[in-house]
């Protein structure tokens, strides 16, 4: 290789040295049933490069052994690495998560000269039966840069990470052994395109294989697919570029080129041959198709298109296969339409990362992604930010996801150069640019699943944006551009911005713009997250030129540790101690790093439902049904319901099936028998839409959408109360601070300076450690960043109550009332607070508390609203009747289904990674906690409450960094509320919490029962 005077690495102009053009992802294969399976691994023309690399790392490129890739060259004292895989996870360097700063200084093109880079070495042996065949050797990702060497031959250089780079690499082999060696620079020019928020770390990161094409072969195919008006017939147009063709001279007949079109079944649809020409190095085909099977995401039906090369008396040469999908895009009166139908986007934004191997993304990884997504009514997916593994974008085809593809390309770090958009609008900047919108399409053209490209992401807007859409538009005019800071530039095609609170998209909702409007990111998924949904998806299905949205992001982005003890836990920004940093701001997932599931997917399946059910007249049976599918009729779903008290299930049936179109409503009725609905208690109709038949991400039975409907509450008659045990009058003693009562079998006491009871024994068990005391603090959540701040100020996290009075009164039936009359504030700031705790304790021993506030001057919204109390540890049994079995909230209860729960006080603890408020229940008519003797406490609403236990206090839950780092106490911590704060959507963006789900500081009051219970008492 020559020395220049610039580095490829930091030289503007040199984007890529020796690689193929960029074409369609073909993989040849030796025979049609090989193709079929898509095992590329099996094909005997794929030979896999991917295990244990030789390894060196240097900390510039000057401190590389000059002769590294020499063939003789023997790697003394290097280490090995696995390919793929990102070597800061190896133990060289550190990863760095950085939302959008660059590593180093800001000075385009160059990048630092103390740039690390990693030296790669393997051999591989050469197939013999490759040797009258072209080969290729393609990287499928490598972070930032690399120059690459066969058996000591400069082969190439490339950059771009997430793009394929291919060489031409026969000329280099020989028989027998053959060595690579890559050179990979951590950083280079391209790293300035390249600052999306995630974690930044290098390295040959995706496959590294072999290919071996015949000497006259299919380069490169581009598929599309015409629909007639009614969509019953459709051409199939095929443009198929040839290699090999103008070098070889070929004989009449030599060579044919079999096109094949398949159906799902693997039944030939049409097949046709065409004889290739040397002076016909491309040819476009066209085959009519009647009937054809549409693809969408609720249908996916994929055809099989098979390219057969034919050599000399019929030998196949090679098979390559493209997925194909019938269907068009276009754009219509403000409406994105699939097959002339009008859809609506229900995704989320996904990283390509796992917490153990970084950037390597495995097919079981992909697979549970995929299956989670469908099952959770996801009906979209935008490759944030850069084109995913192809073998994404083949499961999107098959299992039905619609794709934004985004190419590689993010500026946001010029955010701190004064504009972000700088290198946009440099005209020397521009080849880079469209080349990158070219790699992205050439490579991906031919998925059906892909119905919006997308520019990039961040990088302001400039001339250079305008370029490659105009690259883009030229090559594909079938598919509309996205990208979302144009904004409503006419440069796109769909209107789109980031985090807009529900008034700002119904303000886009009513504009006149023939264009849709995207949610492209919302809904920030940071940590305790995702409120007020529903009001998002009301506003969508309520104007028209609302096209949905997609939620940031699909998962956390933690990097996966162990303590000296070997627990578990997951680190984020600034944890390796890099710089600049961006903390927990990757924590922001609908699932934590393993790919659990967090209550915000919940949410999110519930108001993207494809099944709406809504009560007319309930108590007679009458229900409504809205199908909210794009295409699908309700035909494949089975309706049941149950009528339930209490909990309890009293009547049960299916419903006949219906066939309501996509879009339309229905109303039904429910058989209940109204004999059921006399005995005392709650009752609700349940009903639940489950598939019929199994499909290819759920089995049959998984429930799709589902409704609670109230139907009645039938109140205790007088006449029907039981005649309960009159209990003794309660004996009240007062000595100096302390009133002490005493019931037939249970005491308690109170302490009057501190306003609180201090002791309640029932049955000889003590069942509190400290009573209730007013709590209108919490940990606070992500979103809560800014509220949070109002808090502090406020002195909430710091408030301090002073007794102002202690009154003891004798009540009916032998039973007492203690009111406890306080004030609060912060110490060192004004009274923020008058309070007062009102006991009214039957003989009985139940007690009945009331808790009223008075502000006593403007003040911030509150975090919540109610008391906390503090129980021995061993009582760790929780139940509760209210919404679950997942924790909910305010603005997030929409998922949590209405019943009976239990569990352990543990089991509601959600170990966010950044510790925050969580395990919140709500609309709760009565919960309890038990020991093992069956000894407890019954909290009663009047009507419903909020609660949540702990064996962690919020003081904890506040301060601390990780969730490993908590420390369980040896008690349970109860929180009643009469309210508590919403979660909202204002961690990133412009949506705070709505005003409804705020907490106003207002003079308000709730009241809620506490009883002493044993297994003998009925709850």
Request: negative net charge; glycine residues 8%; charged residues 25%.
């Amino acid at each position: 290789m020559a020395i220049e005077h610039i580095p490829d690495w930091q030289n503007l102009s040199v984007l890529e040295r020796n690689t193929e053009q960029p074409h369609a992802d073909l993989i040849p294969f030796g025979d049609w049933e090989g193709a079929l399976a898509n095992e590329r691994e099996r094909s005997p023309y794929v030979q896999s490069l991917n295990g244990e690399w030789d390894f060196s790392y240097r900390e510039s490129p000057t401190a590389a052994p000059a002769d590294f890739h020499a063939d003789t060259f023997e790697p003394i004292g290097w280490s090995t690495i696995p390919v793929p895989s990102n070597w800061q996870l190896h133990g060289y360097g550190r990863p760095q998560y950085s939302s959008c700063p660059y590593p180093f200084p800001i000075n385009p093109p160059y990048v630092p000269n103390l740039n690390p880079v990693g030296l790669y070495r393997t051999r591989f042996q050469l197939q013999e039966t490759w040797k009258n065949r072209q080969v290729h050797l393609v990287f499928e990702g490598v972070d930032s840069a690399f120059h690459l060497w066969i058996n000591g031959h400069f082969v190439g250089y490339s950059q771009g990470s997430h793009f394929h780079s291919e060489f031409l690499v026969s000329p280099y082999l020989r028989e027998g052994h053959n060595v690579i060696a890559v050179q990979v620079y951590q950083w280079c020019d391209g790293t300035y395109l390249e600052s999306q928020d995630k974690w930044r770390m290098s390295g040959i990161f995706r496959d590294v294989y072999l290919l071996a094409s015949p000497q006259v072969s299919v380069r490169d195919a581009r598929v599309r697919t015409r629909l007639d008006e009614s969509y019953t017939k459709a051409c199939l147009e095929v443009r198929v570029d040839f290699a090999g063709v103008m070098d070889h001279s070929l004989e009449s007949d030599s060579h044919q080129l079999r096109i094949t079109l398949l159906n799902a079944e693997h039944r030939i649809v049409c097949d046709r041959f065409h004889h290739v020409r040397q002076d016909e190095p491309t040819v476009e085909l066209a085959e009519e198709v009647l009937s054809p099977f549409l693809w969408t995401a609720e249908t996916p039906y994929i055809y099989t298109l098979l390219l057969t090369m034919y050599g000399n008396a019929q030998q196949i040469l090679e098979v390559k296969r493209i997925h194909v999908g019938f269907r068009d895009v276009r754009i219509e009166e403000g409406r994105l339409l699939v097959n002339g139908c009008p859809i609506i986007i229900k995704g989320v934004n996904r990283n390509e990362f796992d917490p153990d191997l970084g950037y390597v993304t495995t097919m079981e990884t992909m697979l549970h992604d995929m299956t989670l997504m469908k099952r959770h009514n996801i009906n979209a997916v935008r490759l944030s930010h850069y084109p995913n593994d192809t073998r994404w974008l083949e499961l999107c085809d098959r299992f039905g996801l619609y794709v934004i593809d985004e190419t590689d390309l993010e500026t946001h770090g010029f955010h701190f150069y004064g504009n972000e958009g700088h290198l946009a609008q440099l005209p020397e900047w521009k080849e880079a640019f469209v080349q990158r919108a070219k790699r992205m399409v050439e490579r991906d053209k031919n998925h059906p699943s892909i119905i919006i490209w997308s520019l990039g992401n961040e990088s302001g807007y400039g001339a250079n944006h305008d370029a490659m859409a105009a690259w883009i538009r030229e090559a594909d005019p079938t598919r509309p551009i996205h990208y979302e800071r144009a904004y409503d530039a006419p440069v796109v095609d769909i209107v789109s911005s980031m985090y807009p609170a529900v008034e700002t998209i119904i303000q886009e909702g009513s504009k006149d713009d023939k264009r849709p409007y995207l949610m492209c990111e919302f809904g920030h998924a940071m940590g305790n997250s995702v409120g007020n949904l529903q009001e998002y998806w009301d506003a969508v299905y309520t104007y028209p030129r609302l096209l949905g949205g997609l939620i940031w992001e699909w998962a956390d982005q933690g990097i996966g540790q162990r303590t000296g003890t070997d627990e578990a836990w997951y680190a984020y920004g600034g944890d390796f101690g890099e710089e600049p940093h961006s903390g927990h701001f990757c924590l922001d997932g609908l699932l934590f790093p393993d790919r659990s599931v967090k209550a915000s997917l919940l949410e999110y399946k519930k108001a993207i439902e494809p099944v709406k059910i809504e009560g007319i007249d309930a108590l007679h049976g009458k229900l409504r049904v809205r199908n909210r599918y794009d295409v699908l009729s309700l035909s494949h779903l089975q309706g049941e319901w149950r009528l339930l008290r209490d909990g309890s299930v009293v009547d049960e049936g299916v419903l006949g099936i219906l066939h309501t179109p996509a879009g339309e409503m229905e109303d039904v009725g429910i058989p209940m028998d109204s004999h059921k609905l006399k005995l005392v208690g709650e009752y609700w109709l349940h009903l639940r839409f489950v598939l019929r038949d199994t499909v290819l991400w759920a089995n049959e039975g998984h429930e799709v959408a589902w409704a609670d409907i109230p139907v009645t509450v039938v109140t205790e008659e007088l006449a029907a109360s039981p005649t309960s045990q009159k209990a003794s009058p309660l004996t009240i003693e007062e000595n100096g601070r302390h009133i002490t009562l005493t019931g037939d079998d249970f005491c308690m006491q109170f302490d009057k300076d501190q306003g609180a009871m201090t002791t309640w024994k029932y049955k000889g068990v003590a069942l509190l450690t400290a009573g209730p005391k007013l709590n209108l603090w919490r940990a606070p959540v992500d979103n809560d960043v800014h509220l949070a701040k109002e808090w502090v100020k406020a002195g909430y996290n710091r408030l301090a109550t002073d007794v102002r009075e202690a009154k003891v009164e004798r009540t009916e039936a032998g039973g007492c009332r203690i009111t406890m009359t306080s004030i609060v504030g912060a110490r060192g700031e004004k009274i923020a607070f008058e309070s007062s705790l009102v006991y009214a304790i039957a003989a009985s021993g139940e007690v009945t508390l009331q808790v009223v506030l008075e502000p006593r001057e403007k003040l911030p919204p509150l975090p919540r609203f109610g008391v906390e109390l503090v129980m021995p540890a061993d009582f760790n049994r929780l139940a509760w009747f209210g919404r679950g079995p997942h924790e909910c909230y305010a603005d997030r209860k929409e998922s949590g289904k209405l019943g009976i729960y239990s569990g352990s006080v543990q089991d509601q603890f959600v170990p966010y990674i950044k510790p925050q408020e969580n395990g919140n229940k709500s609309d709760v008519r009565w919960s309890s906690l038990m020991n093992q003797q069956g000894i407890g406490l019954l909290f009663t609403g009047q009507p419903i409450f909020d609660t949540s236990v702990h064996h962690y206090t919020t003081e904890d839950l506040t301060t601390a960094k990780h969730v490993h780092q908590l420390t369980k106490v040896d008690q349970t911590i109860v929180k009643i509320d009469a309210r508590q704060s919403g979660l909202g959507n204002h961690s990133c963006g412009y949506a705070p919490t709505l005003q409804a789900y705020l907490l106003e500081a207002k003079p308000m009051h709730f009241t809620i029962s506490l009883k002493p219970v044993s297994h003998s008492t009925t709850l």
